[in-house]
């Protein structure tokens, strides 16, 4: 069985990839990139690494040729996200791919005020309707993000601000993230037409999340409740750009649209998030990773 992963230079990518490897030989995989010399080291292993870019929906069959199961890693691109994965999902059935595994959104139906749920859902039904089989993940909140980016912000600042209100969520870690995906694609027909929500081990509230990484630091972090609008008023004061620009958001720049980032804060605001399965557990064999533990994990992205 082939197994292509799509966006296989990014975080997510490499993670699935790297787990794939310690049950199967690289000649299983398909490894599709728009910069395929990032992989190199994956090609001199034997896996297959095509160039691939879902803005070009023509090179895309001839990229998926010969896979059985595609890995269909969301893109970054709002507002054209929507648009990338239907091209992607029709290259998949025009190569004759039997199955799908996409990385959705948690908290996703069509009432959600989330650019990127609005774009997931209409993805989710994109792939319903291919005739391929398929299995859904929908990742919650990565907890990553509040060790690397977040927690360091707020050490400096000696504050943060959120208006998600007492919404809940349980963010998780993006390794599990990995470890779900990686299972499901070892054994797809096992997991034909499932959805799994993939979370965290337990819900918080931004405030309680803040909390817990004050304790960790041992050092003071004043929450702010904020509205939307003076949330937005923030991001604007700090030159962060409204509306997502291709390529703003990378390893280097961590940019992002602010009005993506309040629409999803408006998401958690109302309940959109409030989910915690053990769906990782079910999928792995192990539990996901308390927040606690993620923090530690962490601790040199924040500690200095």
Excluded at 33 to 56: C, I, K, N, W, Y
Excluded at 81 to 93: K, L, V
Excluded at 249 to 275: C, V
Aim: with cysteine.
């Amino acid at each position: 069985m082939k197994i292509i992963i799509s966006g296989a230079s990014g975080d997510l990518g490499q993670r699935v990839t790297a787990l794939l490897l310690q049950a199967l030989p690289a000649t299983e995989l398909i490894l599709l990139t728009r910069e395929p010399a990032r992989l190199s080291a994956m090609a001199a292993r034997g896996a297959s690494v095509r160039q691939a870019d879902f803005g070009d929906p023509q090179s895309l069959p001839a990229a998926m040729d010969g896979g059985d199961v595609l890995l269909l890693i969301s893109t970054l691109s709002i507002g054209r996200r929507t648009e990338q994965h239907g091209h992607a999902i029709a290259a998949a059935r025009q190569a004759g791919v039997r199955h799908i595994v996409y990385t959705s959104s948690g908290g996703i139906q069509p009432q959600t005020p989330s650019i990127s749920g609005q774009e997931h859902y209409a993805s989710e039904q994109l792939l319903r309707a291919s005739g391929c089989d398929f299995t859904i993940l929908r990742n919650s909140w990565y907890a990553d993000v509040i060790p690397q980016l977040l927690l360091p912000a707020a050490l400096a600042m000696g504050s943060i601000g959120f208006s998600t209100g007492a919404g809940r969520v349980a963010p998780v870690a993006k390794a599990d993230c990995a470890r779900a995906a990686a299972a499901v694609l070892r054994n797809v027909d096992h997991h034909r037409g499932a959805i799994y929500e993939i979370t965290g081990p337990e819900l918080f509230t931004l405030r309680e999340l803040m909390a817990l990484c004050s304790t960790a630091s041992c050092r003071p972090i004043v929450y702010q409740a904020l509205s939307h609008e003076e949330k937005q008023a923030v991001f604007d004061a700090m030159g962060v750009e409204r509306d997502y620009r291709e390529g703003m958001m990378n390893a280097t720049t961590h940019a992002w649209a602010s009005r993506e980032m309040i629409t999803y804060e408006m998401a958690i605001r109302q309940g959109f998030f409030a989910l915690c399965s053990g769906h990782v557990e079910l999928l792995t064999g192990q539990p996901a990773t308390p927040f606690a533990d993620l923090l530690e994990q962490y601790r040199t992205s924040w500690a200095s």
